[in-house]
């Protein structure tokens, strides 16, 4: 059974940083492409990064420059770190699967998702 969980998510000041988890099982972790999207009130989902089996990765452009990617197979986790967060960053953040990466591909499955809260 394919399962994700989400962590990490805090309330951060504006500048700061966070690192997400993502924790997978039922599925070996170079199966899937795992991506990271997000959900804020109001807004439509947002799909941010992912990366494959083979670490190829993408990343939304508008977050380019802030959010960095990352897997550890042996742990079966993967990370999303994000810096100098805005306020426009506060929302859910999921971690799910996908066929491969890009926003043409549908996430699969998610988790229950992480809130992350950028405030001072």
């Known amino acids: 059974q394919v399962q994700l969980q989400e962590s990490g998510g805090a309330l951060v000041q504006p500048g700061g940083s966070l690192k997400l988890s993502c924790t997978v099982s039922?599925?070996?972790?170079?199966?899937?492409?795992i991506g990271w999207f997000r959900q804020a009130p109001g807004k439509e989902r947002e799909a941010l990064s992912c990366i494959t089996g083979r670490n190829i990765i993408w990343v939304e452009d508008s977050v380019k420059d802030r959010f960095t990617i990352s897997r550890d197979n042996r742990k079966k986790m993967v990370y999303l770190r994000m810096d100098s967060v805005k306020a426009d960053d506060t929302a859910v953040y999921y971690c799910?699967?996908?066929?491969?990466?890009?926003?043409?591909?549908?996430?699969?499955?998610w988790g229950q998702g992480t809130q992350v809260t950028v405030s001072s």
């Open positions: 039922g599925f070996a972790l170079d199966y899937y492409a």
């Open positions: 799910g699967t996908q066929n491969s990466c890009g926003k043409d591909f549908p996430f699969l499955s």
